[in-house]
C-alpha cells in the first residue's frame, strides 16, 4: 500500500477490508497499518487525511471492550492531523483531545513503554504547536517530552533521545519569559543541546548530530552573555561541525539553512576578535558567498519565503561591503 493512492483507491481497499472474511480483530490491524503507511511518508495533505479516514474506520469497528485499539486509533488520528501542513488550532486541539483519551488506556493496558513514549513524544509536539494559539503551556510539553526520555535513553534509541533534546531546547527558546530571565531560557537550551551531543556522534548518528549542531550554533549565536564574541566563534564552530554532513548534493536544503546561519554569526564577528577596530570585511564577503549560495538553493528548491529573506539580507550586506 503505497502513500500516493488517490482517495478512490483508498475507499476500494477500504471497502475490500470490510467484506473480507478477516476477523474484526485482524481489520481493524490492517486499517491502522495502511493508515501508518500514509503517516510515514506523505506526499500530499491529501495522504494525511486519508490516514484520519482510515483511523477512523479502524475506531468504529471497535467494541466497547476494545479499548486498546480505540487508543490506539485514536492516537492514529492525532498523529496525522498533527502533521497535516498549515494546520489551525482547531485540527490540533482535536489531536490534543485524541492524544488525552487515549493516553490512560495505554498506560493501564500491558502496551510497551515504546508505545506509551511515542504518544508522549507526540503530545508534547501537539501541545508545543498550541502554545503560539495560547491554548498550551511550553512547559507541559516539555514535561511531555521529559516522560518520553525515561523510555528513549541515548543507549537504546540514540534517534528518538536526539529530537526529544532537540525540541525540549526549541521550547525553551519559545518560553516567554521577562527581559530579566530571557539568558535564562537561552541558557537551558544551550545546555539541552550540549547534553544531547554528549552521546549523538557524527560517525554513528550523522543527520541527528547535523541538526543538533546547527541549532546549538543559532542558541549560541543569540545567547545574551558578557563574552558575545565569544559564542559567536563557539557558533561558528558549531555550523562548521553541522556542515562535517549537510553538503548542496545530498541536503540541499538543510545545507542552505545553515550557510545561512553561518553567514549572520559572521556578520558579527570582527576578522581579528582582538582587534574589533579593523573592521570584518573579510568575514562580510564570506557571508555574502554563503548567502548567494543559500539564495541559489532556496530558489531552486521553490522555498520562496526564505529565498526573499535572504535576498534582503544580502542587498543589506551589500551596501556594508559598499561602505567598508
Known amino acids: 500500500m503505497t502513500p500516493s493512492m488517490t482517495d478512490s483507491a483508498v475507499k476500494v481497499a477500504m471497502d475490500i477490508i470490510a467484506s473480507s472474511p478477516a ?45 486498546l485499539w480505540q487508543a490506539r486509533a485514536k492516537v492514529g488520528i492525532a498523529v496525522a492531523l498533527k502533521a497535516i501542513p498549515d494546520i489551525g488550532e482547531q485540527l490540533l486541539l482535536e489531536a490534543k483531545e485524541r492524544l488525552e483519551e487515549a493516553l490512560p488506556i495505554l498506560q493501564q493496558t500491558l502496551v510497551s513503554p515504546e508505545e506509551i513514549a511515542e504518544a508522549q513524544m507526540n503530545f508534547g509536539l501537539v501541545l508545543q504547536s ?27 534509541y540514540p534517534q528518538e533521545y536526539a529530537i526529544l533534546h ?41 543527520r541527528e548530530y547535523a541538526m543538533l549542531q546547527n541549532n546549538l550554533g543559532n542558541a549560541l549565536q543569540y545567547l545574551p552573555s558578557s563574552h558575545p564574541l565569544e559564542n559567536i566563534v563557539r557558533a561558528i564552530a558549531a555550523y562548521n561541525e553541522a556542515l562535517k554532513v549537510r553538503n548542496s548534493k545530498d541536503t540541499p536544503l538543510e545545507y542552505a539553512n545553515t550557510i545561512s546561519n553561518k553567514a549572520n554569526a559572521l556578520l558579527n564577528l570582527p576578522d581579528e576578535p582582538e582587534k574589533p577596530e579593523a573592521g570584518n570585511l573579510k568575514n562580510l564577503l564570506q557571508a555574502r558567498a554563503y548567502y ?31 561602505n567598508a
Open 130 to 156: 498550541l502554545v503560539p494559539f495560547h491554548l498550551a503551556r511550553m512547559t507541559d510539553s516539555i514535561q511531555a517530552y521529559q516522560k518520553a526520555l525515561q523510555v528513549f535513553t541515548w543507549q537504546k
Open 166 to 206: 532537540n525540541n525540549i531546547a526549541i521550547a525553551y527558546l519559545s518560553t516567554p519569559l521577562t527581559s530579566q530571565r530571557e539568558d535564562l531560557r537561552q541558557g537551558l537550551a544551550v545546555q539541552t543541546f550540549e547534553e544531547a551531543l554528549k552521546h549523538i556522534e557524527l560517525i554513528s548518528h550523522p
Open 23 to 67: 476477523t474484526t480483530q485482524e481489520k481493524i490491524e490492517m486499517l491502522l497499518e495502511m493508515a501508518q503507511g500514509f503517516q510515514k511518508k506523505p506526499k500530499t495533505a491529501q495522504d494525511l487525511w486519508n490516514a484520519v479516514s482510515l483511523c477512523h474506520q479502524a475506531y468504529d469497528l471497535c467494541d466497547e471492550d476494545n479499548l
Open 292 to 322: 548567494q549560495e543559500a539564495w541559489e538553493i532556496f530558489t531552486q528548491h521553490g522555498q520562496i519565503e526564505q529565498a526573499q529573506v535572504v535576498a534582503q539580507v544580502l542587498q543589506e550586506v551589500e551596501t556594508e561591503i559598499g
